[in-house]
């Protein structure tokens, strides 16, 4: 009798033990940019650029800013960019237009106002040089073509995993539309730059760095003249992931339509 019992109590006790909770679902880089773009939140970034023709001294150019995030894109940015002097541009982005001030600015710009307006159809994005990392095609094609992935160091907070590889800008044209080399998609000779490239995500798998590096050819300007090829290289810096982004057009009193704005035929710049 006692053993029935027992045996009635362990049957019991066993019933009422709730199911293991199903695993959790790991994500990857892609998928966890996917989630991050539809959040309605934003991501802050710092970039450093630098240009070098051969023989020449490097131009370099630092760019930090907020983007927001939205309906699977960047919807709205806010930009300040720096050279290596004192020159300064800031900018705040939309879809269809842009604001824009500069340390210049003012010669042009009537009484009382200091943003310019350019309304323009644009595509915004997070870029690293020519890659563009809010496009989940773009990173997808990246790291299934990566050549090493191992443990990198910290960066915003996590520890990291580094990724890297070559990709040509035919191949990236072949999974971004949206590739331009200046206002035109790359043909000819810009279809076999090979674009040297790293990413580190974190644990989280969200991009914290991403590192560039291409030698692109010479470009043709305007009637005959020709631009030397030159050495681009990137670094963008990713951080604060999810926090909110409220990206605000500057009050209508302080902008300037361009039909208001006025250029003189010699910049007092200019002047000897």
Not at 114 to 138: F, N
Request: hydrophobic fraction near 35%; include cysteine; proline fraction near 7%.
């Amino acid at each position: 009798m006692r053993l029935w019992v027992l045996a009635l109590t362990i049957t019991c006790v066993a019933a009422v033990v709730p199911p293991s909770a199903p695993a959790e679902t790991r994500l990857d880089p892609v998928a966890a940019l996917r989630v991050q773009l539809a959040s309605g939140t934003g991501v802050t970034a710092t970039q450093v650029t630098t240009f070098t023709e051969p023989g020449e001294k490097p131009n370099t150019y630092r760019d930090s800013g907020v983007h927001r995030l939205a309906n699977g894109e960047v919807v709205a940015s806010e930009t300040l960019n720096r050279t290596d002097g004192t020159y300064w541009i800031r900018r705040i982005d939309f879809k269809d237009r842009y604001y824009e001030q500069h340390r210049d600015q003012h010669r042009y710009l009537p009484a009382g106002k200091s943003w310019s307006i350019i309304e323009v159809k644009q595509s915004l994005a997070l870029t690293c040089g020519h890659l563009r990392l809010s496009h989940p095609a773009t990173l997808k094609a990246l790291l299934s073509g990566a050549t090493g992935k191992r443990p990198a160091g910290v960066h915003d907070g996590t520890r990291t995993t580094l990724y890297e590889g070559v990709i040509t800008l035919g191949e990236l044209t072949e999974v971004d539309p949206d590739v331009r080399i200046g206002r035109n998609r790359p043909t000819g000779a810009y279809l076999q730059v090979r674009i040297n490239w790293q990413l580190w995500t974190g644990q989280d798998q969200l991009i914290r760095r991403c590192h560039s590096s291409s030698w692109q050819p010479g470009l043709l300007g305007e009637g005959e003249d020709t631009f030397d090829p030159v050495q681009e290289v990137v670094d963008v810096r990713l951080s604060r992931w999810g926090h909110a982004a409220d990206i605000r057009p500057p009050a209508a009193d302080q902008v300037a339509t361009l039909d208001e704005l006025t250029f003189p035929d010699k910049d007092p710049a200019d002047s000897p």
